[in-house]
């Protein structure tokens, strides 16, 4: 074991790290108690934030103690998440104008800068200083960065991952496209207040159509275009958390089937919305969405689901098994628990076998993405059929290949709605 390092460079290091890291905890203090978002309890981010205090009192504490690989990967283990975290208010104030949360948001992001700096110095500064020449030294120094590399990818960055996931700021969603689309409300079943654009029918059928995780209704236009022009009527809304709608955002789509159950009692609602011909398109989560409401509700009559995967760590372990590429998506999953405090959705290899609609299952590429839907599609076959394009981008079909992408969709969608 190296002797300890001297007080003179210790001191000066130790003041930095503890500076920075009380800062980035500052934000999350504002983060999750003062500021914990729109349509979210207090409670809801309580379980997060006394982890990433004790994580943080325990960094403080053991800092000055430790190695210097360790302290390098302590500065970014603490560093990264901070920058992402204090990086999405730093994107927010350009679109929305300085809120009070930024201020805390932005001095995180500037603690992380900090920190990152930190975790680069360290190794050159210090590993391998005593060691006896210079290739020893630098040997030293290699592998404390090849090494720190490797477990930030499996720890450190599947975490900042879930601040993303759990943290992404809302976007404008402007204004309704055309006259013909109007702006409307209604409630998820566990009561928030969901808010999109609904655009009545013109050949008697109308589709639900549910954005991807990361995104709002927006990001779901594109499609929702696609069958305006073709005549269905169309609702696209903001999932909780994302636009215009409470709640709290979570890129896995988790309670979101709680919004589309809300969605598909609004439509059921109108009377100019025949309940018999009402079918749902979903994008990446949304997707994994469209596949849970059609395992709960036998009502709606067609789902077409592009870019579903995997939404909680035992579709995950079903897939990877006891691979390596499972360890940092269940890291990913549990910190998204922790910090969202909410509980995933059913596992979608269950959710599929409760499907009786006819369902087109849409996947791009050639790697778990097809895998997963080809794994869907063999669980309930007689309802499922999964169309797989290669060349194409996560949920980007419809850019690439727009001509044979409406027809299939349009023409499946006309053939079980009759429209």
Sequence with gaps: MSAPLSGRMLAPMTTIFRTALAVALLHAVDDGLVSPGYGVSHSQHLAGLLVALVAGAAGWFLYPRMRPGL???????????????????????????????????????????????????????HRGARATGWVRRWRNRVVAVVGGFVAASLTVIP??????????????????PSAAWHSVAFDSTD?????????????GATVLVI???????????????????????????????RGESEGQPNSWGWDWEKDALGAMRFLRSRHDVAPGRIAALGLSSGGDTVLDLAAHDHGLRAVVADGA?????????????????????????KAV???????????L??????????????????D?????????????????????????????????YPVPYEHRVVGFLRTVLKG
Aim: proline letters at 6%.
């Design 337 to 347: 628990r922790l910090w969202s405090g909410q509980a995933p959705s059913r596992p």
């Design 368 to 400: 778990a993405e097809r895998d997963f839907n080809r794994s869907y599609a063999a669980q309930a076959p007689a309802h499922l059929t999964h169309w797989n394009l290669p060349l194409a981008a996560h949920t980007g079909a419809l850019r690439r």
């Design 159 to 176: 975490l900042s991952y879930a601040i993303w996931d759990t943290h992404k700021p809302r976007g404008d969603v402007g204004s309704p």
């Design 71 to 125: 302290q390098a990967f302590a500065a970014l283990a603490y560093g990264l998440p901070a920058v992402v975290n204090g990086a999405m208010h730093v994107a927010h104030v350009p679109m929305d104008g300085l809120a009070r949360e930024d201020v805390t948001g932005i001095a995180a992001a500037a603690a992380g800068v900090v920190l990152l700096g930190l975790a680069i110095a360290t190794p050159f500064v």
């Design 211 to 241: 954005h991807g995780g990361g995104g709002d209704r927006t990001g779901a236009m594109r499609h929702a275009r696609m069958l305006e022009r073709n005549g269905f009527g169309v609702l696209v809304y903001d999932a909780r958390g």
């Design 309 to 333: 995967a995997l939404r909680t760590d035992e579709d995950a372990r079903r897939e990877f098994g006891t691979s390596l590429e499972l360890i940092p998506a269940l890291i990913n999953m």
């Design 349 to 366: 290899a269950d959710v599929v076998r409760d499907i009786t609609a006819p369902t087109l299952l849409i996947s791009a590429g050639t």
């Design 191 to 203: 009561g928030l207040r969901l808010r999109g654009w609904f655009r009545p029918s013109r050949n």
